[in-house]
């Protein structure tokens, strides 16, 4: 647990001093300040398969821990998404800065033990109107996967399997034409996990490219890939026969479309490719995979220029190889978003 704590810390430092930097660079000429406050409502089927839901985006954390299907099933829920965001902007004569940090937390209101929450620091550098740099850090702590079989202990009894993760992204923004711009994304994070499932320890390693075609003045396709290699502690721990370690690849799409001044829609179709890399003999992972698709829908109707209502739709098919049958998660929801 030590050297993952030494870890962790590198990677915070290495976030102060590159954002440091970054801003070390600048002298403010004009600030401005602002904010974003959403509040959302769910249902949901699964309680144990719903952050998994949430987190599957280009802009989440989609490549997320694994997932055994004995986590699951633990039966429907009401949960209430609280998200808050601050936001400085301001010129300097290097162009453009942006800074936002971002707190979100989802409370269920039947499963509690799956209550959590998570935070987020944002650096953005555009050098010109066309290119721009940005610098991302999420913390997501005690995240509740479920209660799975303990492999640490004699018996393999059931326990609570938690993780926290860390990692920080860096994006290179860049306008490829009147109506593309690209992005290539990196990414280095850890899963630290509670000591009962502390072989699944996790470092990985993400980088993709995204692009924006913007198709019509009132239509946005939005179109993304990651490869993503995950190593676990568990390859160097045969005993238990737990490698969770991976190769990831990720695919998106995101459609967005204004139908009037006050009515938009947007679209996503999101694939996900586990290819378990454990070796070890009486591992069940050894030698398979994992499939996982994912479809979004969101309606939003704009209330003012600052606030928005939105309501949506979520549904989840993952299929690992050496399970019978497949798992399925269905979200909806409603809410508000107010800009200030």
Not at 93 to 106: D, H, K, P, S, V
Not at 253 to 282: A, I, K, Q
Request: net charge negative; glycine share 8%.
């Amino acid at each position: 647990m030590a050297r993952w704590r030494m870890k962790v810390t590198i990677l915070l430092i290495s976030c102060v001093i590159v954002t440091g930097s970054l801003l070390g660079l600048v002298s403010p000429i004009r600030a401005e300040w602002s904010g974003e406050v959403k509040s959302y409502l769910y249902g949901t089927d699964d309680a144990a398969l719903f952050s998994a839901t949430r987190r599957l985006s280009l802009g989440q954390d989609p490549t997320q821990p694994a997932l055994d299907d004995a986590v699951f099933g633990v039966g429907a829920d009401m949960v209430y998404e609280p998200d808050f965001q601050v936001n400085n902007e301001f010129e300097t004569q290097w162009g453009r800065t942006e800074l936002n940090a971002r707190t979100q937390g989802f409370i269920f209101a039947i499963h509690p033990e799956f209550n959590h929450g998570s935070l987020g620091l944002r650096a953005k550098q555009h050098f010109t109107p066309n290119t721009a740099f940005m610098l991302r850090y999420f913390f997501g702590p005690n995240l509740l996967l479920g209660e799975n079989e303990a492999k640490r202990s004699e018996t393999e009894e059931l326990a609570e399997e938690r993780v926290t993760t860390h990692f920080l992204s860096a994006v290179f923004e860049q306008q490829l034409a009147e109506h593309w711009k690209g992005r290539i994304l990196g990414r280095y994070g850890v899963r630290l996990y509670n000591e009962a499932f502390s072989q699944r320890d996790t470092q990985f390693w993400t980088i993709g490219p995204h692009v924006d075609w913007q198709i019509t003045h009132r239509v946005e396709l939005t179109l993304g890939y990651h490869y993503e290699v995950g190593v676990a502690d568990g390859r160097n721990e045969p005993q238990f026969q737990d490698d969770v370690g991976y190769i990831n690849h990720f695919f998106s799409g995101e459609l967005g479309v204004e139908l009037t001044e006050r009515w938009e829609m947007e679209f996503g179709l999101h694939y996900e490719r586990n290819n378990w890399t454990s070796d070890l003999p009486g591992d069940v992972r050894n030698g398979e995979h994992e499939d996982v698709f994912q479809g979004d829908f969101i309606l939003i109707y704009a209330l003012s220029d600052a606030a928005h209502m939105r309501a949506g739709v979520q549904r989840q098919h993952r299929k690992e190889s050496f399970e019978e049958h497949p798992v399925t998660g269905t979200n909806v929801w409603v809410g508000a978003q107010m800009e200030f």
